[in-house]
T-cell receptor, first 113, second 112 residues
Framework: QKEVEQDPGPLSVPEGAIVSLNCTYS??????FMWYRQYSRKGPELLMY????GNKEDGRFTAQVDKSSKYISLFIRDSQPSDSATYLC?????????????FGTGTRLTIIP | DAGVIQSPRHEVTEMGQEVTLRCKPI?????LFWYRQTMMRGLELLIY????????DSGMPEDRFSAKMPNASFSTLKIQPSEPRDSAVYFC??????????FGPGTRLLVL
């Protein structure tokens, strides 16, 4: 079993819809949780990170973490065609000397105009 | 800042040849990471450095892979000899904090 599981999609939704992207994990030692966005033929870029359970909002994006269920989500409101990309969840234990990120395989999202 | 710089952007080589990928991290960043991305396995960490010192190379697949960071502004990832299964996109990333890594544009490697 992989430490981080993510549905690869692809996921297609109409413009303006709310998008929900999810990951589950098995290692309870993970403390930092991130979402990266990767456009085609580009490197991943950090969208959001959080280290506590609950919600964190940034504009149209909301990251949600439920440590008890080992489940994280990213919600995109009022989705735009420019949101079409692959979204990767990532997690880190963040002990001293262990700054490794473990990534999900990514969900490919397409927003249809 | 120009961001993380990687070269070459594309590399096509024949099996058995040596391949050298290069990375210039963002100035002032203490951490440097090398990743490999494939459709089958996603994004995998190969090795990372802190202050030019390799900290964890447990992701390096075989002895054919080696990485160096001779100074704070330069790192190389070398594959010798290369094999077709090494075909992937290789990313370099740097960071100054634990949670925020900045990725380069990647090197697309094709080994024939």
């Amino acid at each position: 079993q992989k430490e981080v599981e993510q549905d690869p999609g692809p996921l297609s939704v109409p413009e303006g819809a709310i998008v929900s992207l999810n990951c589950t994990y098995s290692n309870s030692a993970f403390q930092y949780f991130m979402w990266y966005r990767q456009y085609s033929r580009k490197g991943p870029e950090l969208l959001m990170y959080t280290y506590s359970s609950g919600n964190k909002e940034d504009g149209r994006f909301t990251a949600q973490v439920d440590k008890s269920s080992k489940y994280i989500s990213l919600f995109i409101r009022d989705s735009q065609p420019s949101d079409s990309a692959t979204y990767l969840c990532a997690m880190m234990i963040s002990n001293f000397g262990n700054e490794k990120l473990t990534f999900g395989t990514g969900t490919r999202l397409t927003i249809i105009p | 800042d120009a961001g993380v710089i990687q070269s070459p952007r594309h590399e096509v080589t024949e099996m058995g040849q040596e391949v050298t990928l290069r990375c210039k991290p963002i100035s002032g960043h203490d951490y440097l990471f090398w990743y490999r991305q494939t459709m089958m396995r996603g994004l995998e960490l190969l090795i990372y450095f802190n202050n030019n010192v390799p900290i964890d190379d447990s992701g390096m697949p075989e002895d054919r892979f080696s990485a160096k960071m001779p100074n704070a502004s330069f790192s190389t990832l070398k594959i010798q000899p290369s094999e077709p299964r090494d075909s992937a996109v290789y990313f370099c990333a740097s960071s100054s904090t634990e949670e925020t890594q900045y990725f380069g544009p990647g090197t697309r490697l094709l080994v024939l």
